[in-house]
């Protein structure tokens, strides 16, 4: 079993930077692939970047891709941290953010594919 918490949201202005973090822990949490989603206002939870158990490989959907940025603490295998750094924000990019997680060291896109979720941290931009 895995658990999520999410936090870091806030209200910012266009333009703005902000980071949203995601703690787990769980035995198996150290060996999973973690990955943000994020749903807008009517919109469906579309996947932001995934990032590999090690930390060594990512990936990112083009509409964050160079303004966004995923890292992971591995220091602690008991207990992770993965951030995601979000720069020159964008109204778009108002949302509930989501941190996933599924054990195995494949990078993966899709929500049906993650097992564990948090709750969900607001991020709100405004124009």
């Known amino acids: 079993q895995i658990h999520l918490a999410e936090s870091g949201g806030g209200l910012v202005q266009a333009g703005d930077s902000l980071s949203v973090s995601c703690e787990g822990n769980?035995?198996?949490?150290?060996?999973?692939?973690l990955a943000w989603f994020r749903q807008g206002p009517g919109k469906e939870r579309e996947f932001v970047a995934a990032?590999?158990?090690?930390?060594?490989?990512?990936?990112?959907?083009d509409p964050v891709k160079g303004r966004f940025t995923i890292s992971r603490d591995t220091r602690d295998p008991a207990k992770n941290t993965v951030t995601l750094q979000m720069n020159s924000l964008k109204s778009e990019d108002t949302a509930v953010y989501y941190c996933?997680?599924?054990?195995?060291?494949?990078?993966?896109?899709?929500?049906?594919?993650?097992?564990?979720w948090g709750q969900g941290t607001q991020v709100t931009v405004s124009s």
């Open positions: 990032i590999t158990w090690a930390g060594d490989q990512t990936i990112y959907a």
């Open positions: 996933a997680a599924v054990i195995g060291g494949r990078l993966r896109t899709l929500a049906d594919e993650y097992n564990y």
């Open positions: 769980g035995r198996t949490f150290s060996r999973s692939t």
